[in-house]
């Protein structure tokens, strides 16, 4: 099934009145079987996108689509997708049988039976079989995800929608049932779509990236593509873990001044960045390096991580800007450290629209 989103807003009446645009103006095309991961930060609309999609939030304007035909205000429960809740959703009353069969409720040609054959063929898979005849709060958060998703599954959507659904979950619990949905999507192949705010479950996970601000879509690509070639600051900061350093700075030939140092850029930077004189420099954590000469500032923060350090350096005031080293390099706080950039891999963006001008 392909997926296809045309001019998608949303716009909901504020607590005070006024108006809360949710989603403003969403075009996105899904390829079939296409695992898409929405980002952006809460309240940038994923969860109304989702909806929308799920049928469960009508649209202000906007279309939406599967395979071509249109959906935009069909009932939820005309439209093939399943939706994984953030929360599960589980009916607290009812089995874990009775949850995951609640996913074929409207299915009158399938028999009891048949429900309860198609339901045990789905807690096999979810490795769940023995937890059958127990009640939701009888289960741990990563059995209950399993019913979820297992409920989801049954169904045999022609699209999967996924709202966060591993947020509740310890970190090591999480990437274990990251790797599980992943299997389940490359065996069965079904268009998904899938919500998070972990960054590097968007990056391991998605097909491509979509990266949402504000209901706005700010890109969508691979994710080496957005990661290498960010369409702005918003996108440069938002994907990527440690997130990019900022630094204000002037340009004039080739000279890059920033309040505290400058450094010489490249020819060919230099000559794109020309015409623009006020932009902001871009430099991911680990292209800055501890030096024996270079810039000097005070390490604030020491974070080991044990794969590598985090340094946390000011130049005396609010603004942190972060190095990724290796575990070895453990300066003590407080003391001054001195840092290079590698100039080969800077980013550049102008300062007013946030638009990309450099990138690598
Ligand atoms: P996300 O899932 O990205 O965190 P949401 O889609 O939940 O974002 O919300 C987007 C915006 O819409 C937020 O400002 C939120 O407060 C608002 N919103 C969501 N649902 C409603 C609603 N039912 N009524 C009013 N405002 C809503
Ligand atoms: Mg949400």
């Known amino acids: 099934m392909t997926v296809g989103i045309n001019g998608l807003t949303k716009i909901f009446e504020g607590p005070e009145g006024g108006e809360i645009v949710a989603v403003d103006d969403l075009d996105i095309d899904m ?37 071509g035909e249109e959906i935009t205000y069909e009932e939820p429960q005309n439209r093939n997708i399943a939706m994984v809740f953030q929360n599960y959703a589980l009916y607290p009353h009812l089995t874990v049988r009775r949850n995951i069969g ?27 079989s023995d937890l059958l005849e127990k009640n939701p709060a009888d289960l741990s ?99 990527g873990e440690p997130a990019m350093n900022f630094f204000d700075v002037k340009h004039e030939n080739g000279r890059v001044e920033h309040e505290h140092f400058a450094l010489e850029i490249s020819d060919e930077m230099a000559e794109m960045l020309a015409g623009t004189e006020e932009l902001v420099m871009g430099v991911r954590p680990e292209d800055l390096e501890v030096a024996d000469d270079g810039i000097d500032m005070k390490l604030e923060v020491l974070e080991e991580l044990g794969s590598d350090n985090l340094l946390y350096l000011s130049f005396g005031d609010d603004e942190m800007y972060i190095v990724e080293t290796k575990p070895t390099v453990e300066p003590d706080v407080g003391e001054t450290v001195t840092v290079r950039i590698r100039e080969e891999n800077l980013y550049f963006f102008d300062d007013q629209t946030g638009q990309t001008i450099v990138a690598n």
Do not use: W
């Open 141 to 239: 958060g990563g059995q209950q995800q399993r019913v979820a998703t297992g409920r989801a599954i049954v169904r045999d959507p022609e699209v999967f929608l996924f709202d966060e659904p591993l947020s509740n979950l310890d970190a090591k619990l999480r990437k274990h049932m990251r790797t599980e949905i992943q299997r389940l999507q490359e065996q069965f192949g079904t268009t998904s779509i899938y919500v998070t705010h972990d960054q590097e479950e968007a990056m391991t996970m998605a097909d491509r990236i979509v990266v949402l601000n504000d209901g706005e879509l700010q890109q969508i690509g691979a994710p080496t593509d957005v990661y290498n070639n960010p369409a702005n600051r918003f996108v440069a900061s938002f994907v």
């Open 31 to 67: 390829e079939e079987g296409e695992f898409v991961v929405f980002v952006g930060p809460s309240g940038c609309g994923k969860t109304t996108t989702l909806r929308c999609i799920a049928g469960l939030e009508s649209p202000t304007s906007g279309e939406i689509t599967l395979n």
């Open 102 to 128: 609640f996913g074929l409720k409207n299915r009158t040609d399938l028999s009891k039976e048949e429900i309860d054959e198609r339901v045990d063929e789905v807690a096999e898979l979810m490795g769940i």
